[in-house]
């Protein structure tokens, strides 16, 4: 079973950064699949009421600020709502159940090296890859999703634990020859 959700990140540094991505959630195996940023701002608070950059928003007026404040909130929820749409899930998903017809064309080895590679896994990363993706028994691109997703929950920062989400995506985009020795 599948269902839509979103991420909401909010800066923990004070950069004032906000983004919301699109995500799909699998009951069965508890993977997440982050599909994409749908919002990645700056946004009001300390990173521009610093005004040491040449950000004039210590001129504004209370007027403007409030009115640029809810203008950024009213995005905010726009990206929510598309973010959740059955338009945005059902492409999400219809990616996913392309990927499940395209077998790679390679052995588990090279397919690991490959994904290692392009994603940016290191060692443990791939090696956990590896697990999973024989403990799954899909050697369909689809299955490498899933094997790259799985290693998320291994993760133990929570920080790469969100990347690789996010990185299980990217596997969809995936060409089949790219696993195909030169």
Excluded at 122 to 143: I, K, Q, W
Aim: with cysteine; hydrophobic share 40%; glycine share 10%.
């Amino acid at each position: 079973m599948l269902y839509a959700g979103v991420v909401i990140s909010n800066s923990e540094i004070g950069a004032g950064s906000l983004s919301i991505e699109s995500m799909v959630w699998r009951l069965i195996c508890t993977n997440g699949l982050i599909a994409g940023t749908g919002l990645r701002r700056a946004h009001l608070g300390r990173a521009l009421s610093g005004g040491n950059d040449g950000d004039p928003f210590e001129l504004f007026k209370d007027e403007t600020k409030v009115a640029t404040d809810n203008a950024f909130w009213l995005q905010v929820r726009d990206v929510i709502d598309a973010a959740l749409s059955e338009s945005q899930f059902r492409a999400i998903v219809d990616r996913m159940q392309q990927a499940t017809a395209i077998e790679l064309p390679a052995d588990p080895g090279r397919i690991v090296e490959v994904t290692a590679q392009r994603l940016g896994l290191n060692g443990d990363e791939s090696d956990t890859v590896m697990r999973h993706l024989f403990a799954g028994g899909d050697s369909t691109l689809y299955g490498l999703m899933n094997a790259v997703t799985r290693t998320a929950e291994d993760s133990t920062s929570y920080d790469r634990a969100v990347e690789l989400e996010r990185l299980g995506s990217d596997v969809l985009t995936f060409e089949p020859a790219a696993f195909s020795k030169n």
